[in-house]
């Protein structure tokens, strides 16, 4: 089988991954370098730390980001925000939870299982802490994770200077940039175009010119054009020098401020922004290294990159297909945390061997979808 993957993020580099051990022919599609737009994440593999966007408390919570300078909105697709106030206070249904469980549970060991062939990419199963500088914005997120869907383990924990912590044992971490270096190895057998794709038709003609049996659409935000409700929300990544001056060894996260802190072999990670935005402006990145330098002490900046959190209305992500077409989009801020699950379950719907994930493929339909099938 010939099967195109256009986007080289990780979860289009998952998809190879898995799509190569069933023997597919893969070519991938990237504009610019294999993990272009994933490898400014923290690293942290955090599935059960998921976000439900269409409910008033996050937009409240936005709100609030926004005021504080956490978050900015420039710009808005708008068939996600129509999407969005459609299904404001929606539950998702009780299948779609169990369909996330699992997911996390697969993520999470897809990991472990290639750090114990060769951890060659930092892979620490030191679980996640979540710092509070206020005592109410704690009291609350712990009630938040007594009524979570995932049941996480976690435990309270005292930490100087803040007012506490909420610590997630089970949670992992990757070094996103040399993660990337050890699937590309995986993939080897992938052919790679570098070249930004203008053109698909849903019977799996590229730009006028090549045909595949499959097409996998796993380019991120990009997806708004076939008429997916996709909303960018850009975040910014940090590698620096320096040391973590809070006497905290888990990789952690400034809550109030989007801003998480992960301590690789050679760098610390510094992540944050959530700012609603399609444009290439980095310019607010400065502001989130100036909340991490209140507990990191700097000494030197490697490099800045940044990304853009392909945000489904609700936060679930979207898989389905569509005549040749499969599409894998919109796990919004855990790409990284689903991205083995993501990439299992694209190849499996890719091989035939999955007609339908329900929940997950609900916009996937041709009355849904902008695409010339000439």
């Given at each position: 089988?010939?099967?195109?993957?256009?986007?080289?993020?990780?979860?289009?580099?998952?998809?190879?991954?898995?799509?190569?051990?069933?023997?597919?022919?893969?070519?991938?599609?990237?504009?610019?370098?294999?993990?272009?737009?994933?490898?400014?994440?923290?690293?942290?593999?955090?599935?059960?730390?998921?976000?439900?966007?269409?409910?008033?408390?996050?937009?409240?919570?936005?709100?609030?980001?926004?005021?504080?300078?956490?978050?900015?909105?420039?710009?808005?697709?708008?068939?996600?925000?129509?999407?969005?106030?459609?299904?404001?206070?929606?539950?998702?249904?009780?299948?779609?939870?169990?369909?996330?469980?699992?997911?996390?549970?697969?993520?999470?060991?897809?990991?472990?299982?290639?750090?114990?062939?060769?951890?060659?990419?930092?892979?620490?199963?030191?679980?996640?802490?979540?710092?509070?500088?206020?005592?109410?914005?704690?009291?609350?997120?712990?009630?938040?994770?007594?009524?979570?869907?995932?049941?996480?383990?976690?435990?309270?924990?005292?930490?100087?200077?803040?007012?506490?912590?909420?610590?997630?044992?089970?949670?992992?971490?990757?070094?996103?940039?040399?993660?990337?270096?050890?699937?590309?190895?995986?993939?080897?057998?992938?052919?790679?175009?570098?070249?930004?794709?203008?053109?698909?038709?849903?019977?799996?003609?590229?730009?006028?010119?090549?045909?595949?049996?499959?097409?996998?659409?796993?380019?991120?935000?990009?997806?708004?054009?076939?008429?997916?409700?996709?909303?960018?929300?850009?975040?910014?990544?940090?590698?620096?020098?320096?040391?973590?001056?809070?006497?905290?060894?888990?990789?952690?996260?400034?809550?109030?401020?989007?801003?998480?802190?992960?301590?690789?072999?050679?760098?610390?990670?510094?992540?944050?922004?959530?700012?609603?935005?399609?444009?290439?402006?980095?310019?607010r990145a400065e502001f989130f290294l100036s909340m991490a330098?209140?507990?990191?002490?700097?000494?030197?900046?490697?490099?800045?990159?940044?990304?853009?959190?392909?945000?489904?209305?609700?936060?679930?992500?979207?898989?389905?297909?569509?005549?040749?077409?499969?599409?894998?989009?919109?796990?919004?801020?855990?790409?990284?945390?689903?991205?083995?699950?993501?990439?299992?379950?694209?190849?499996?719907?890719?091989?035939?061997?999955?007609?339908?994930?329900?929940?997950?493929?609900?916009?996937?339909?041709?009355?849904?979808?902008?695409?010339?099938?000439?």
């Amino acid at each position: 089988m010939e099967v195109a993957v256009i986007g080289g993020g990780i979860v289009g580099l998952f998809t190879a991954y898995y799509l190569l051990k069933e023997g597919a022919n893969v070519t991938i599609y990237e504009k610019a370098f294999l993990g272009n737009g994933s490898v400014h994440a923290a690293g942290l593999i955090e599935p059960y730390r998921f976000d439900k966007i269409n409910s008033v408390a996050m937009i409240r919570k936005m709100l609030k980001y926004k005021k504080l300078g956490v978050t900015d909105i420039k710009s808005v697709n708008t068939s996600w925000l129509f999407a969005l106030l459609a299904e404001l206070e929606r539950p998702a249904p009780s299948e779609a939870w169990e369909i996330m469980r699992s997911m996390a549970s697969f993520s999470l060991r897809e990991y472990k299982n290639l750090a114990e062939e060769k951890n060659d990419f930092d892979y620490e199963e030191s679980g996640l802490l979540e710092l509070y500088y206020d005592k109410n914005a704690l009291e609350k997120a712990i009630e938040e994770e007594k009524q979570s869907p995932f049941k996480p383990k976690f435990e309270v924990i005292d930490v100087k200077n803040f007012a506490g912590g909420v610590y997630f044992p089970e949670l992992s971490k990757v070094d996103t940039f040399k993660f990337i270096d050890r699937i590309t190895r995986e993939i080897a057998k992938a052919k790679v175009i570098i070249k930004e794709v203008g053109r698909v038709t849903s019977n799996g003609v590229i730009d006028g010119g090549e045909k595949y049996d499959r097409v996998v659409l796993a380019s991120g935000i990009s997806l708004r054009k076939f008429g997916l409700p996709v909303m960018a929300f850009k975040g910014y990544g940090y590698r620096v020098k320096g040391n973590i001056n809070i006497g905290v060894n888990y990789p952690f996260v400034l809550a109030e401020y989007g801003v998480a802190v992960a301590k690789n072999t050679d760098n610390i990670k510094i992540t944050g922004g959530f700012d609603a935005d399609f444009s290439d402006d980095s310019s607010r990145a400065e502001f989130f290294l100036s909340m991490a330098s209140k507990v990191v002490d700097i000494n030197y900046v490697y490099d800045l990159t940044m990304g853009y959190r392909p945000c489904s209305p609700d936060g679930f992500p979207i898989i389905g297909q569509y005549d040749s077409l499969v599409f894998s989009t919109g796990a919004c801020r855990l790409g990284w945390s689903f991205a083995p699950a993501m990439g299992k379950m694209t190849s499996d719907m890719v091989l035939g061997r999955v007609s339908s994930y329900g929940y997950l493929s609900r916009y996937i339909s041709g009355r849904n979808l902008r695409v010339d099938s000439r």
